[in-house]
């Protein structure tokens, strides 16, 4: 294969068959970064038809190793968010209810939060699974190894420095080749949109949503997307341990509102009703033996689950940010807020940084409710010393308006196979 004649046919915004694509794919290692870079800036600028979409999944699927594919095996994916912690309540819950779940999960980058970062926030918990210790584990939450899907981490590393993250093929590529390595059978996916979202805009969100859920089709999982709003943080508590703590108050049925809408209509999406299993305890009970499963000394697990703060790292200075003017709470900006975590050291801005795992924040009012002036609105749970200016703009994250705003249902709208095209 001649790799110029292959990059000039995609710069000029003709189609690649599936041997090309194949062959590109399986010669990964070989190829130089520039020419890789060059490939994906060509599928950025000219894009990726269904076809090619559907033969680059198949050939990253194919070039790692696989899950056998088990009867019952549903899985859960998010694009990311500030306080999306559904995961970690979704998979026990699920368990509880006769599922398996086979779930891999990643890292937070930028603002968003990662599963994978919020469990290590846990003692002894293991995120890194062999793929022996995955085939005998009926509900697990892992990082992906380097044996499945390796050439997405090529890909995605050179797409970090290319400015092709935002293909739409190319990011269906990417998730859906690792989620068919799992072997599930259904998949429910999480597309974001709004100013803390990957994608700004519901029609971006919507050509995402309809691109994974048509491929995954082709790769013969049922996959059903939800549009969710993620202008606003989710929940009560945000940070990594911040949100184990607000985890087990779901499981607990003790979770505020907007998380467990979410959580419900995801589960609902893959055809469970988990609300038995977190009143009767049964949800909780599996959370407790997933922990023990992946590492967690049982005494340990135990005491997280009746004191969690007793357990898990809080940062030692609190910072409360008080309302300013008597009204009602008109907006949480949740990019500024998942910003100001990320450099207080929740998060990070690069993939080997490491991050204080008991930096995070409690939302005291949330959008709608009428406050006095000097009620608390957020508490930043953060070092001593933090940069006065991040005090600001968690200050500046917060409107108060004379009138009272509506809050209605984050989702907007789910995306199944007969709403997407083939073309």
Partial sequence: MHIPSLLAKKRDAHELDQNEIEWFIQHLHEIPNEQIGAFLMACQINGLSAQETTYLTKAMLEQGEQLPLQEGAIDKHSTGGVGDKMSIILAPALRACGAIVP????????????????????????????????????????????????????????????????????????????????????????????????????????????????????????????????????????????????????????????????????ANALGYDISEVIENGSALAEFKLMLERQGVDSSTAQELIDNPWSVLQRAPQQYTLQAEQSGYVADLDALAIGQVLC???????????????????????????????GDAIITLDGPFGVDIHLIQRLKDSITISDYQVGVGSRILETVTISDCSTT
Avoid at 135 to 156: G, K, V, W
């Fill in 103 to 266: 779930m891999l999960a990643g890292r937070g980058l930028a603002h968003t939060g990662g599963t994978i970062d919020k469990l290590e926030s846990i003692p002894g918990f293991n995120t890194g699974l062999s793929i022996e210790e995955m085939m005998q584990n009926p509900c697990f939450i892992s990082r992906q190894t380097a044996e499945i899907a390796p050439t997405d981490s090529i890909l995605y590393a050179i797409r970090d420095v290319t400015a092709t993250v935002p293909c739409i093929g190319l990011i269906t590529a990417s998730i859906l080749s690792k989620k068919a390595a799992e072997g599930i059978q259904s998949l429910v996916l999480d597309v974001k949109y709004g100013r803390a979202a990957f994608m700004q805009h519901s029609d971006d969100a919507r050509e995402l949503a309809q691109s994974m859920v048509r491929v995954g089709g082709e790769l013969g999982i049922d996959v059903k997307a939800q549009l969710t709003q993620m202008d606003h943080p989710i929940g009560t508590l945000l940070g990594n341990s911040h949100e184990i703590v607000e985890s087990i108050d779901c499981l607990k049925g003790k979770g505020p509102n907007d998380t467990m809408e979410l959580v419900n209509a995801q």
């Fill in 343 to 373: 450099e207080a050291g929740a998060g990070r801005s690069t993939q080997d940084q490491d991050i204080d795992h008991g930096i995070g924040i409690e939302i005291h009012k949330h959008i709608g409710t009428k406050v006095e002036e």
